[in-house]
């Protein structure tokens, strides 16, 4: 622990100077964090996914460490377009044709969210001093960032032909109002996306912002002068986090951000998974869910490995994730909670905490604070001391691990045994405690048929319990159901 703050010192990758550094905040104990946010023209994938649960526990993780965080999120999608360089089609467009939704339909998704328009002055302010000072030029219609004027462009890539490259991919075409290749556009009026929905006035005519000045405007407006650390997918460092190091910084005229973090990428066995790739390969929540996937399985599977390698993501990769979150939950299920933590658990509460700080800490780890978790299980102290520990884990994990721990032991409660005697009822763990009552009020009623050889009854009984999706078994000295 530093004194002076009272937060703990951690380490991280900076993707700016390839090292793991000792963070340090612009001002003491407060951290200004900026995320490149979900594009709204389709639901996020859990590619993506990937990148905004590291982001998430990352943010967890500086709050933990005792840091006041402020996290800004850009979630508007005005000069979005489908490929990385400022050409290519509109993904606002080829979303509308996706959902089949109208282009202004998807649109008032973000503008109800987050008022893209209260940006526009931010844009032109920027894009105004840019041109004033020589960092920016008109033409064709449109203003251009000047890269020719930077002592330094590429930041975390070294300047080869893949990079060059980025310009002359196949389907996209160069654009010839640029001086240099990796000039980019600032401000759209002469847009070969004839249909673009969302056009605002500035001192250049209609038009609407380039993708880069987004991130730079709303950062700027709402993290200060002054970033600390800006996260986004690898596939965002170049050319969208190099643009908009270029631009805030010679607006700026000083150092913007001190540290850039970067999640890899999730792959699936035939490579990249990409919204680009069309429907097929589109793995979002709501089919995890559709698959009876459970979300926090996926976080778990997530959490499991390092966010600067890239994780292949399969359905087995996946259902061994969901397995051992499983079991884990029902370790968690199983610790009695009304112990007492005495001095001795309190010391050992407190080790714990400290190692989680030190080893998540450690280039943000979460696959040892995961492991951690297995350590406490077997550590001996109470399960009262337990449960008071993995809470402490849960702020930054966010596993849910002691609500699902509850909610797996009301399941469990629901389905215990009802007795008649020596005639033992087990239920379905699915079902809803007052269906579980009415279910198991039939069977004992059939029961009792049974053994005073009204086997009419008994029948009626069965048959109105099989109309009712209920699979009976019987067992010696009971009967066993579960909903079909
Ligand atoms: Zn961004």
């Not at 967890?60 to 996290?71: I, P, T």
């Not at 005697?421 to 198991?440: H, L, M, R, S, V």
């Amino acid at each position: 622990m530093s004194n002076a703050t009272d937060v703990y010192d951690f380490y991280l990758y900076n993707s700016a100077t390839r090292r793991k550094e000792k963070f340090i905040a612009h001002t003491p104990g407060h951290i200004e964090m900026y995320t490149c946010g979900p594009t709204v023209y389709h639901f996020a994938h859990i590619g993506n996914l990937r990148t905004y649960i590291c982001e998430d526990v990352l943010e967890k993780y500086m709050r933990y460490a005792g840091y006041d965080v402020n996290r800004v999120m850009n979630i508007t999608d005005v000069g979005h377009l489908t490929s990385d360089a400022d050409e290519g089609e509109d993904k606002m467009l080829k979303g509308a044709r996706r959902e089949h939704k109208s282009v202004m339909e998807i649109a008032q998704f973000y503008t109800d969210a987050f008022s893209a328009t209260g940006f526009i002055d931010e844009y032109i302010k920027i894009i105004s001093k840019l041109l004033d000072t020589g960092y920016a030029y008109p033409a064709g219609g449109n203003i251009y960032f000047d890269t020719s004027k930077l002592n330094q462009y590429y930041i975390f890539n070294s300047h080869d032909k893949d990079d060059l490259a980025v310009g002359v991919r196949e389907g996209v075409e160069q654009d010839i109002n640029k001086r240099n290749s990796n000039d980019f556009v600032l401000w759209f009026t002469k847009s070969k996306f004839e249909d673009q929905a969302l056009k605002w006035e500035s001192p250049w005519g209609i038009g609407y912002p380039g993708w880069h000045i987004e991130c730079s405007a709303i950062s700027l407006k709402y993290n200060g002068e002054y970033l600390d650390i800006h996260c986004g997918g690898v596939d965002n460092a170049f050319p969208h986090h190099t643009n908009e190091i270029a631009q805030s910084e010679s607006y700026l005229g000083h150092p913007w951000c001190s540290h850039w973090f970067h999640a890899a990428h999730l792959n699936t066995s035939s490579g990249k998974m990409s919204k680009s790739k069309g429907e097929s390969e589109f793995l979002t929540v709501t089919l995890l869910k559709s698959k009876n996937y459970d979300p926090l399985a996926y976080r778990f599977f997530c959490l499991q490995s390092h966010y600067r390698k890239a994780l292949v993501f399969t359905w087995e990769n996946l259902d061994n994730a969901q397995s051992a979150y499983q079991k884990l939950i029902k370790k968690i299920a199983a610790l009695r909670s009304d112990g007492e933590i005495n001095d001795q658990d309190q010391i050992i509460i407190t080790q714990y905490h400290e190692k989680f700080l030190q080893q998540v800490g450690n280039d943000l780890n979460t696959a040892s604070g995961v492991t951690l978790i297995y350590d406490v299980l077997k550590a001996h102290i109470s399960d009262a001391a337990k449960l008071k520990i993995l809470a402490d884990f849960d702020r930054v994990l966010s596993l849910s691990l002691l609500e699902k721990a509850n909610e797996l032991r009301e399941k469990e409660a629901n389905q215990k045994t009802i007795g008649a005697g020596d005639y033992q009822i087990t239920g379905d763990a699915n079902a809803a405690p007052d269906e579980t009552e009415k279910i198991n009020a039939l069977i004992l009623q059939r029961y009792q048929a049974k053994k005073s050889k009204n086997f009419r009854l008994a029948d009626q009984i069965r048959d109105e319990l099989k109309s009712q999706h209920i699979e009976l078994t019987d067992i010696p000295g009971g009967a066993v159901w579960k909903k079909i």
